[in-house]
């Protein structure tokens, strides 16, 4: 796959779960990882979907219009297959 499809099914599969259990996130988190929500910094895996599933709200759906993505060179070094995704959207609470 390149970088592009990479990109997509990521963002699809992440958005998705998100959309239907968002605990089902847990694994696309590493204990570095962090989440950054109204100014407040949250770290690891479990701390970042204890956030996302104390959301005020159990719908939503996100309606993806772009993605976007490029090669990180800042780690190439380390690992050469790191990609920055960027994408636009809108995300509709209480759709059902």
Known sequence: ?????VSKAFVEHYYSTFDSNRAALANLYQEGSMLTF???KIQGSQNIVAKLT??????????I??????PSRDLLDVLDRLLHISLLGCFLVGWI
Do not use: A, R, W, Y
């Open 65 to 70: 219009t772009t993605v976007d993505c490029q």
């Open 54 to 63: 104390t959301l005020p709200f159990q719908q939503c759906k996100h309606n």
């Open 1 to 5: 796959m390149n970088p592009d499809e």
């Open 38 to 40: 109204k100014g407040q």
